[in-house]
Structure formats: structure tokens, C-alpha cells
């Protein structure tokens, strides 16, 4: 007698991800009430289950969906504004004038439902955001259908959105608060970066953190201009005042970590941090490259970001896959720093491990959701197949995403988007780009 399920996916190769380096040929993936329930040959699966759909995949490579681990969904409005600047004049002279005069609720909602759209046609299940008004971005991913780590941002300066660091916090846990039965959300505190929130704001953040018990995600090392400046203002390097403050945990998410010390990487390693690397980010806003090689020596979790699509500007992480695998060799001197196994293991399980999520995300493994992504090999650019993990690092892009599931629904199928209208998208786009910048200037 065989089982009851709603959907049973048959590729030509699966990447489960856990074990690791392992690629099953000809398998098959079981689907029930959104959860794995069985990975098996798919010879043997007709007999164990009766689906109510079966989905065939003849020419294509099964992977967890992809886990972004650091964005700005809603500055998509903001794409190409300000290209080709370094950071602090980029975000001084630049986004935050933009950001004063336009963000609003609206605005993070509008440009949180195109990155979503964005995201999921190129296989990213779930993002980890930092931004304004997280109430607003958190409804335009539920209404795509998308998973979302919503970052309860923090600055010690007035905004729009908040006045000042305790008005963020209260903004933000009431939007937890309100949101917390959502199946497809979590939440990280955002302190912005060391920068822009004082010791008395950071303290603040940990206590309610560690109650909370949820991450703590910033902005780190992110430049050389951030170290020195922090060395002037406290006597210390950024890493060194955040252990002091008792911030570093398996719960502390830094982004970009670019420009980190042997002994920084060492203490990150110590506490279990992790990071949201951002190669593509970093390279064009002359940043640097982050030393992923010595922190995947030194056993520091490694996940992938985008950063936003102002200052990518592509929310791509088969990119930033392909990007940072080939930077870790040429920096490393090794060919197999990261291979192409290592950088899938980056894009999925290792964002879903820093978000506290990897016993629900980041692998095709039973028990967990599926959270899933196929790619199509079945074109001139990917022929031949002698490897499917390096064909999926090295050769695929996003545009060879046909199909896409969160918690088991159906979101992009033979590459179109379900849950969202791309015509009206982008419609959407240009009625914001003609308030930011008329055409006409």
C-alpha cells in the first residue's frame, strides 16, 4: 500500500547539501504539508508513495533554495542612482539625502515586492533584510510567498521612520510582536554598524537580543575608512569593542567582513560568529575582498549576501557563488579553498545556519521545509555535464532557474513567477524612479 503525499519531485541529480559533497543521480524528493518527508531513487518511489502531483525533472539539478544573507530588498528603487563611488561618499552624498526625502512605508513595501519577484526567479527562497519600516517589508514577502528574516534596524540618529535608538527598538519588537505567527518570517536586531549606533545603543540591543533569543545582525569591517575611524574615535578596532560589549555569539551575523586581522578571525572563530559575505558588493563600491579563505580555515561560518541592489546591483546569488568560490582561489593560492561544493554549501546551509534556521532550511534533508530550487541544464551554455556542483558554480546563472518551492508551494514554475505580476512591477518601478529622479532632469 503506498502513502498519500501532495507532490513528489523527480530530478536528474539532487545536491541535498547535508551530506556534504554528495550529488544522488536520479532520485527523487517527497513532499508532504510542505516538509521532506523522503529522499529515495525514483525507482523505488512509486511504490512508497501515491502523489497528488509529480513533478519531472529530466535535465535538471535539485538544490535547497538559496539563502540570502544579507540585503536591502527595498533599495531596488534605488538601483543605479549613484554608481561608481566609494561607500561613504556613495552613502553620504547620496542614499541617505535619497533615503530622507523618499522612504516611507509605501516606498519599503513597493521595493521590498520587486526584490522579492527578483529573489525568487533566480532561486533565493529566503533573504535576511536590514532596513526602515520592517513591518512593511515583512508584508510584501508574505504576499510573494517568500521566506524572510526581518532586521529590527537601529541607528542612534533620526530618521523618518524612527527618532532615536529606543524609538527603533520599540518600532521594531512591536512589528515582531505583531507578525510573530507568520510561518515564513524571523527576525534579527539590526544595529546598523559601529559607526552609527553608540556603546549605551549596543548594550540595549544585546539585552533585548539575548531575551528574545534572536540574531544580531550589522554591518562589519566593512572598510578601511570604519577601522580607522574607530580607532580615533575609541582606541579600538571594531571586532575588539564589540567583544568587549559582549555582542559575539553564534548569534552575531557580520556582514562583509572584508578587512579582518588574524586575530580577528581567530576571536569570530572562537565565538562562533558568522559572516555575510558580499563579494560582488564589495568589489564595486572599493571596499576590498574579504579574506574568506582564512576564515573558512579557521571554521568561521560563511554565508552569502547581495547587499542591496543600490550598491550591487543584482540580487543574484548564483554570482555571488561563482564570484566568491573564484576570489577565494586567486586571494587564497589554493585551487580548492572553496570548491564548488563549499560555495553551494555558503549560498544555502550556511545563511540558513547563521539566521538559526538549519533545522528548517539550507538542505534537502527529511523533517525539513521545502524550501527548494531546480536549474534547468538542458542548454548550449551548461553542455556538457561532467559535474553537476561545478556546472552549478561555474557555468549556471539565474536565468536557468525553472522552478522554485517555499515550504512546499510552487512559486516560480518553468521560470515564471506565480505570485507576482512582473508587468505591474515594473510599472510600479518607474511611477518611484520618476519621483527620486524625473526623467526629465
Not at 360 to 371: C, L, N, P, T
Amino acid at each position: 500500500m503506498t502513502t498519500p503525499i501532495d507532490l513528489l519531485i523527480e530530478a536528474r541529480w539532487i545536491i541535498p547539501v547535508e551530506p556534504a559533497n554528495l550529488v544522488l543521480e536520479n532520485h527523487a524528493v517527497a513532499v508532504d504539508r510542505g516538509r521532506i518527508v523522503a529522499i529515495l531513487q525514483q525507482s523505488d518511489a512509486n511504490t512508497r508513495f501515491s502523489p497528488k502531483e509529480v513533478k519531472k525533472l529530466p535535465c535538471h539539478i535539485l538544490i535547497p533554495g538559496l539563502v540570502n544573507l544579507h540585503t536591502h530588498a527595498a533599495m531596488t528603487l534605488l538601483r543605479g542612482l549613484a554608481d561608481d563611488l566609494p561607500l561613504m561618499e556613495w552613502l553620504q552624498n547620496h542614499i541617505w539625502p535619497a533615503e530622507a526625502k523618499h522612504v516611507s512605508a509605501q516606498f519599503v513595501h513597493d521595493g521590498t515586492l520587486l526584490a522579492c519577484a527578483e529573489m525568487l526567479r533566480g532561486g533565493i527562497t529566503c533573504f535576511n533584510d536590514m532596513y526602515f519600516y520592517p513591518k512593511a517589508t515583512a508584508k510584501a514577502a508574505i504576499s510573494s510567498g517568500m521566506r524572510a528574516a526581518i532586521g529590527l534596524v537601529t541607528f542612534d540618529f533620526s530618521t523618518p521612520y524612527a527618532a532615536d535608538a529606543d524609538d527603533y527598538l520599540a518600532k521594531g519588537l512591536a512589528a515582531r510582536d505583531e507578525l510573530a505567527d507568520e510561518p515564513l518570517l524571523s527576525f534579527c536586531f539590526a544595529p546598523h554598524a559601529p559607526y552609527t549606533v553608540n556603546d549605551k545603543n549596543f548594550t540595549k540591543t544585546l539585552t533585548l537580543a539575548e531575551q528574545c533569543e534572536l540574531p544580531i545582525h550589522i554591518h562589519l569591517h566593512e572598510t578601511k575608512q570604519e577601522i580607522d575611524d574607530s580607532l580615533q574615535r575609541f582606541g579600538i578596532r571594531p571586532v575588539e569593542r564589540l567583544y568587549r560589549l559582549g555582542l559575539l555569539s553564534p548569534g552575531f551575523i557580520a556582514a562583509h567582513g572584508v578587512h579582518l586581522n588574524t586575530e580577528e578571525i581567530a576571536i569570530l572563530a572562537q565565538h562562533g560568529c558568522s559572516i555575510a559575505h558580499c563579494p560582488s558588493s564589495n568589489l564595486k563600491l572599493s571596499s576590498g575582498i574579504s579574506p574568506v579563505a582564512e576564515l573558512a580555515r579557521a571554521g568561521v561560518n560563511i554565508g552569502l549576501g547581495t547587499d542591496g541592489a543600490a550598491s550591487n546591483n543584482r540580487l543574484d546569488i548564483f554570482q555571488e557563488m561563482r564570484l566568491a568560490a573564484l576570489l577565494a582561489k586567486g586571494f587564497g593560492s589554493k585551487a580548492d579553498v572553496i570548491d564548488a561544493h563549499k560555495a553551494i554549501r555558503m549560498a544555502t546551509l550556511g545563511g540558513a545556519q547563521a539566521l538559526g534556521l538549519e533545522a528548517e532550511i539550507g538542505s534537502i534533508s527529511i523533517g525539513k521545509a521545502a524550501d527548494l530550487c531546480a536549474v534547468n541544464t538542458n542548454d548550449v551554455g551548461l553542455s556538457p555535464c561532467y559535474d553537476p556542483a561545478s556546472l552549478l558554480v561555474y557555468s549556471a546563472g539565474r536565468e536557468h532557474v525553472s522552478d522554485v518551492w517555499v515550504a512546499g508551494q510552487i512559486r516560480v514554475a518553468n521560470g515564471h513567477l506565480l505570485e507576482a505580476n512582473g508587468i505591474e512591477l515594473i510599472k510600479l518601478a518607474a511611477l518611484w524612479q520618476n519621483q527620486i529622479r524625473p526623467r526629465n532632469v
